[in-house]
């Protein structure tokens, strides 16, 4: 008999989508653990596939982390939700990579539930059935497999990935989000003046004047880091 299959979560919370479309939206964050374009240690950061990550996915010691089966993650989701007879109950599972881990049987339990489902992925990875938002990320020279999305949301400036290159993507939105600062000093001491400082600030200007002179695409802040809520 085989074992169950179990999920690796890194960090379970209750937010607000900080970023893209959905901004504002309140949102249980379901990061799973693991990526299939960085390990995730510092010391090999450099050649790394995606070399400018903001996250620490590593493990299961992150608030609400752990090791779950569907049922128990399912459960630990609805726990974190305020009240399920007000607004539409949102999930966020992200990572890491969540594409690594994300499969039907878990979507099915999460809108059993009645949780609608987003994903935030690089867009390496074959997506399961019966995501409700995706959005794709794409990362360097990475090639992206899926063929439309919710959508794009492109960090910029990528000297590998410039939006030129997604601009006929089947997407409903464009987004460029700025590179952010993710010296991981920065992140824990002062998060919000990192957010609104130099490297940050540059890239955002340049995303302004990118999305000025290319209408197609939208500004992508990443609203919770400026306002310091996770
Ligand atoms: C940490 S990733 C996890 C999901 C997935 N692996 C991905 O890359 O889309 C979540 C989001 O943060 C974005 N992100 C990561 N590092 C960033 C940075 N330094 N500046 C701006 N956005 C960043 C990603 O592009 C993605 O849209
Ligand atoms: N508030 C908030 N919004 C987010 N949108 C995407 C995020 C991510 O890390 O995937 C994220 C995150 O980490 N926090
Ligand atoms: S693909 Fe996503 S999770 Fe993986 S290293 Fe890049 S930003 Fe981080
Ligand atoms: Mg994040």
Known sequence: MSAAKTYRVKEAF????????????????????????????????AGAICDFCDTDFI???????????????????????P????GEPYV?????????????????????????????TNGTLPAPAGIDWLCVSPKGASEVVLTECDELKLVY???????????????RHYYLQPLADYRPQLLTSDRIQAAND???????????????????WKLSLQTHKLLGID
């Open 92 to 120: 966020v599972c992200t990572g890491g990579e969540p594409l690594l881990q994300l499969d039907e049987p878990l979507i099915e339990q999460l809108h059993s539930a009645g949780f609608s489902i987003g994903v935030e």
């Open 14 to 45: 209750y937010t607000l989508q900080g970023e893209g479309a959905q901004a504002g939206r309140p949102a249980v964050f379901c990061r799973f653990s693991k990526c299939n374009l960085w390990n995730g240690r510092e010391d090999s950061r």
């Open 198 to 216: 130099g490297l940050s600030r540059n890239n955002t200007a340049a995303a302004v004047a990118y999305c000025l002179a290319h209408p197609q």
């Open 157 to 171: 400036p990528q000297t590998e990935a410039p939006p030129e290159r997604f601009s006929t993507f089947r997407a």
């Open 83 to 86: 009240d399920l007879s007000a």
């Open 59 to 81: 493990g299961t010691d992150g608030q609400n982390g752990g090791q779950y089966s569907g049922t128990e993650l399912t459960a630990l989701i609805i726990s974190l939700w």
